[in-house]
């Protein structure tokens, strides 16, 4: 191939990028507005979004493509293809999101809830002080699988004339008539995009965890080595290291008599 079709892929390729990011960020905000009110207490805001998910999961973002595209002018709104490739896309992608975020708020500990309710939070502090910052560790993974799942899905937007990757390599195949060698090249730029975003939210799961003191790789709850001299054989103090738990003897041996750090004696009397 010559210069001038390398540049038109890559003018397709950066075209890709920009529907990809748009397209994300509608997603993302879609995602937790419809999955924050799939646990309002209010039936009718949980009616909404649900029939928001369910009719944009049901249907094809090819066919919403057109109808944003061909059908909405007679209504009166003109869509550029660009802008009608990236509402398709967002809200569509952003239905599935909405369930991962609603499934990540439900995984958090109910005790974590009650102890922002015994500290007199308002709902929006318990969200975003307490739900938010442990539920957002566990969405970063299928988050990362729903970007790569969005970058592969902005080829339906060639159907619009947008000239992204997949359109400029039809055009390059028509010009070249060589298909194995235009279609690998796309291949590995989705390829490289693709890995770029997993990386990236790789990373950002990592941040993640550590700002919530989940070390990368550990499972909570896992007991881990308690260093020496942080358990006082005085007293058998309980120490909780890194998210586990470590329990130390009693003094003495452990006699049944003897009265444990932070509990009552038993068959004894307490001197």
Not at 72 to 93: D, F, I, M, V
Not at 184 to 199: E, K
Request: hydrophobic share 55%; aromatic share 8%; charged share 15%.
């Amino acid at each position: 191939m010559t210069t001038g079709l390398y540049e038109l892929l890559l003018r397709g390729l950066w075209l890709t990028v920009q529907l990809t990011v748009f397209s994300a960020v509608l997603a993302a905000a879609v995602a937790f507005l419809a999955g924050l009110a799939r646990l309002s207490r209010r039936w009718i805001v949980r009616f909404v979004a649900g029939v928001y998910v369910e009719f944009f999961r049901g249907t094809s973002a090819l066919v919403l493509m057109f109808w944003l595209f061909f059908a909405l002018p007679l209504l009166g709104w003109q869509l550029a293809a660009l802008w009608a490739g990236t509402l398709a896309l967002g809200l569509s992608y952003g239905a599935y999101g909405s369930e991962i975020v609603r499934g990540a708020l439900r995984a958090v500990p109910p005790a974590q809830r009650e102890a922002a309710i015994a500290l007199s939070f308002t709902p929006a502090q318990r969200m975003l002080r307490v739900l938010l910052p442990q539920a957002l560790p566990e969405m970063v993974p299928p988050f990362a699988n729903l970007l790569v799942e969005l970058l592969k899905g902005t080829a339906l937007a060639s159907v619009l004339g947008i000239g992204e990757l997949a359109f400029s390599a039809q055009l390059v195949r028509l010009a070249t008539g060589d298909s194995a060698q235009v279609y690998a090249i796309i291949l590995v730029m989705y390829f490289v995009v693709a890995f770029v975003i997993t990386r990236a939210m790789r990373l950002l799961e990592r941040r993640a965890k550590a700002s919530v003191g989940r070390a990368p790789g550990r499972s909570r709850g896992r007991p881990t080595r308690v260093p020496p001299g942080a358990i006082d054989p005085a007293v058998g103090a309980t120490a909780t290291v890194g998210g586990g738990t470590a329990g130390g003897g009693t003094a003495g041996g452990a006699s049944p008599g003897t009265a444990a750090a932070g509990g009552t004696a038993t068959g004894g009397d307490v001197a």
